[in-house]
């Protein structure tokens, strides 16, 4: 088979490299943007932080954590010890089950809108914080 | 309102061209979307377990490349472009809808990245993707 330049695959090939490129770099940014929420081992210990369990057993830290407070993030909750804490910009930690986005969606929102960098979530349920936690204490040493 | 059958005459092939246009944009999106994060895509292998995962580095790698030939082949020669769109496509969906069945979180890495599908509207988008590249085939196939 002879192989034959042809003008039209040039621009179908050149239009689909900028696509895919445009669709890479606005996954990653989104990835990035999402990370930025999360709360990352490496950063402070956040055991001191307000835990707000917004998983469907609404137990998730006690069964790693016990004694820890945690409060379910209802409205009541939400304006006796959540909205204090946001607005003083105080660390507090969103919880959430395996699967469950709840968290970063939260974080996201109470970031924007009480512009608190210490907003942070945790998804995967008891793994992940028992993971997080075992990871938190190797880098506080 | 008269249609002269000259008229569909003309208009069925030029859609077919279009068509084989509209393919072979479609296979260069998904080859460059792999080329550009390889690494997803060979994560997206892995969930649909069709390979040994020591051949996933060459599959990962010879997939894109075939894509690009079907590219390819869809402007220069169509109607070979076609019967290998609509066979790929085919192969392709067979393979994931086994995988989803088995309960597994499958990403097809169509378009590059890992992310899972949903099973029903995968299967939808690329019933119709064959369908219609079929169709286009055959007439191909009859006006040779």
């Known amino acids: 088979m002879k192989l034959t330049f042809s003008p039209i695959i040039a621009v179908i090939w050149a239009v689909a490299l900028v696509c895919a490129w445009a669709q890479h770099w606005n996954s990653t940014a989104a990835e990035r943007s999402d990370e930025a929420f999360m709360l990352a081992p490496s950063a402070a210990y956040q055991l001191d932080a307000l835990w707000v369990d917004v998983s469907i057993s609404g137990k998730l830290v006690p069964l790693v954590v016990p004694g820890k407070l945690v409060v379910r993030g209802d409205d009541e909750t939400f304006s006796r010890f959540i909205a204090p804490r946001l607005v003083r910009d105080m660390p507090i930690v969103i919880v959430c089950d395996a699967g469950c986005q709840s968290s970063l969606i939260l974080a996201k929102k109470w970031a924007l809108e009480y512009q608190n960098k210490n907003t942070k979530a945790l998804e995967g349920g008891t793994s992940a914080i028992k993971q997080y936690i075992e990871k938190a204490k190797s880098y506080e040493g | ?144």
């Open chain 2, 1 to 144: 309102m008269k249609v002269n059958s000259s008229d569909t005459d003309q208009l069925i092939p030029t859609l077919v061209a279009w068509w084989a246009i509209f393919m072979s944009w479609i296979f260069a999106f998904a080859a460059f979307s792999k080329f550009i994060d390889i690494k997803s895509f060979q994560e997206s292998l892995l969930t649909i377990y069709a390979f040994p995962p020591h051949q996933l580095p060459l599959v990962a790698l010879a997939v894109p490349i075939f894509e690009l030939v079907i590219s390819y082949l869809l402007i220069t020669r169509r109607c070979l472009g076609l019967f290998l769109s609509f066979t790929f496509l085919a192969v392709l969906t067979i393979v994931v809808q086994l995988a989803l069945q088995n309960g597994n979180e499958v990403s097809c890495g169509c378009f590059g990245g890992y992310s899972p599908i949903s099973g029903s509207f995968f299967f939808a988008r690329n019933v119709a993707l064959i369908l219609v590249s079929y169709l286009a085939f055959l007439r191909c196939a009859k006006s040779r």
